[in-house]
C-alpha cells in the first residue's frame, strides 16, 4: 500500500472511529491524522492498522483501539509545555501521540524487548522528545516526578498509589481500573493533596503486571 493510501485511511479512521464516537479536541484530532499508525505494527499487520480494534504486537501484547488512544489522550488535556508519564509502552503509538502534543515523554514497559523495539522505532520516526525506560511502572518513575500527566496504558486493579504521588498540583491522570477481565477508565485531577475522580467508558485492557498492579 502506497503513503497516500495510509493517509487517506488515517483521515476516514478520524472522520469515522473518532470523531463520530464525540472526540473533538482538535490537536488530538491532528496528531492522529499525522502519525503513521501502520509503523508501529509487524509488516504483516500493516493494511490493518487503520481498523476499529486493537492489533498484536508480539510479546502477548497489543497496540490500542485507534478510539481508546485518542479518548485517553483527550482526557490528558496536554499543553505543549508539559511533561508526560505513559506507563506501558507496548509499540509506542500511544508514546508518539504524546510527543506531539506535549513538551517531553517518558514511558515505561516492562517487557526489555518491546522497550528496545519502541526505542528504535521513535528514533527511526524523529520522535526525539520521547524517552524509553525499562522497568517496573506500576511504581512510576520517581527520578522524572512530578509530571503534569500521566497516562496508564495498561489495567489495574485501583489508580496506583505511586503514580498519583507523581502527579503535579493540577496534574491529570488517566488509568482503567477494575476488575482483570473488563475496566472503566478512571480520570483523576490533583488538587493539592486531594484527587478528584470521574469515571469514563468501560474498556479491556490487558494487565498491568506489578507491584502496585497485578501480581506477575
Ligand atoms: N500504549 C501502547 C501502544 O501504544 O502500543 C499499548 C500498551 S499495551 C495495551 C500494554 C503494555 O503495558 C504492554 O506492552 C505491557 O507489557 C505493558 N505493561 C504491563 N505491566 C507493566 C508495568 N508494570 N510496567 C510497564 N509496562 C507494563
Not at 52 to 59: A, E, K, M, S
Not at 128 to 140: E, F, Q, R, W
Not at 153 to 159: C, F, H, I, K, Q
Not at 183 to 191: D, G, I
Amino acid at each position: 500500500m502506497s503513503g497516500d493510501q495510509y493517509t487517506r485511511q488515517r483521515a476516514r479512521m478520524v472522520e469515522s472511529q473518532i470523531i463520530a464516537r464525540g472526540v473533538h479536541d482538535p490537536r488530538v484530532l491532528h496528531a492522529l491524522r499525522e502519525i503513521p499508525r501502520h509503523r508501529f505494527v509487524p509488516a504483516e499487520l500493516q493494511p490493518h492498522a487503520y481498523e476499529d480494534r486493537p492489533l498484536n504486537i508480539g510479546c502477548g501484547q497489543t497496540i490500542s483501539q485507534p478510539y481508546i488512544v485518542a479518548l485517553m489522550t483527550q482526557l490528558l488535556e496536554l499543553r505543549v509545555t508539559d511533561r508526560v508519564l505513559e506507563v506501558g509502552t507496548g509499540s509506542a503509538y500511544q508514546a508518539a501521540v504524546l510527543a506531539v502534543l506535549a513538551a517531553e515523554v517518558i514511558t515505561i514497559e516492562r517487557q526489555e524487548t518491546l522497550a528496545e523495539r519502541a526505542s528504535e522505532r521513535l528514533v527511526e520516526l524523529g520522535y526525539a522528545n520521547v524517552t524509553v525506560v525499562t522497568g517496573d511502572g506500576s511504581l512510576g518513575y520517581p527520578s522524572g516526578a512530578p509530571f503534569d500527566a500521566i497516562i496508564v496504558t495498561a489495567a489495574a486493579p485501583r489508580v496506583p498509589p505511586s503514580l498519583k504521588a507523581q502527579l503535579a498540583p493540577g496534574g491529570r491522570l488517566v488509568c482503567p481500573t477494575g476488575a482483570r477481565g473488563f475496566q472503566s477508565l478512571t480520570r483523576l485531577v490533583r488538587k493539592g493533596d486531594d484527587f478528584e475522580e470521574h469515571h469514563d467508558i468501560r474498556c479491556v485492557f490487558v494487565p498491568l503486571l506489578g507491584k502496585e498492579g497485578w501480581e506477575e
